[in-house]
């Protein structure tokens, strides 16, 4: 994260957010204002976590419900046949998975049990059942060599 009252230059800037230099300077490029035009180029931090802000917020694209965001596409989409499965990660959330109707991928959305109806929309869900698991026994089997 950028300190508002520090300037930073290109290599500081791409430390600072774990970008390599070469994004930096297309960020200036792309409209990142800078000190003045001598070097080292130095962006105030102030101008750097604004220029972020802005460029995060154009960059979303919140899903309505009924749809889930495909990464391969980039895009919200609704998933194929209106289908998706709830696979629960705990007792109160888990996520929605479907099939992008365009690339095919798989798509994941994060949701709580309680908000599922709402997230969900018109979609078709199930809710897939584990497989029940190799339980103790109390009793070793004939051939265990545990006696």
Same mark, same amino acid.
């Given at each position: %994260?950028?300190?508002?009252?520090?300037?930073?230059?290109?290599?500081?800037?791409?430390?600072?957010? +774990?970008?390599?230099?070469?994004?930096?300077?297309?960020?200036?490029?792309?409209?990142?204002?800078?000190?003045?035009? /001598?070097?080292?180029?130095?962006?105030?931090?102030?101008?750097?976590?604004?220029? &972020?802000?802005?460029?995060?917020?154009?960059? /979303?694209?919140?899903?309505?419900?009924?749809?889930?965001?495909?990464?391969?596409?980039?895009?919200?989409?609704?998933?194929? +046949?209106? %289908?998706?499965?709830?696979?629960?990660?705990?007792?109160?959330?888990?996520?929605?998975?479907?099939?992008?109707?365009?690339?095919?991928? &798989?798509?994941?959305?994060?949701?709580?049990?309680?908000? &599922?109806?709402?997230?969900?929309?018109? &979609?078709?869900?199930?809710?897939?059942?584990?497989?029940?698991?190799?339980?103790?026994?109390?009793?070793?089997?004939?051939?265990?060599?545990? /006696?």
């Amino acid at each position: %994260m950028a300190k508002i009252h520090r300037s930073y230059t290109v290599d500081e800037a791409a430390r600072c957010f +774990g970008v390599h230099r070469n994004t930096v300077r297309q960020w200036i490029k792309r409209g990142l204002p800078v000190c003045d035009d /001598k070097r080292p180029t130095l962006v105030l931090g102030r101008d750097l976590a604004s220029y &972020l802000q802005v460029k995060r917020t154009i960059n /979303k694209r919140p899903c309505r419900p009924g749809q889930i965001y495909c990464v391969r596409c980039r895009a919200p989409r609704s998933p194929a +046949g209106d %289908m998706a499965d709830y696979i629960a990660s705990s007792a109160t959330s888990g996520r929605l998975v479907g099939i992008c109707p365009d690339c095919d991928a &798989l798509m994941n959305r994060r949701v709580s049990l309680a908000n &599922l109806l709402q997230v969900g929309g018109e &979609l078709v869900i199930t809710m897939p059942q584990a497989h029940s698991r190799i339980g103790d026994t109390h009793h070793p089997f004939v051939n265990s060599d545990f /006696k």
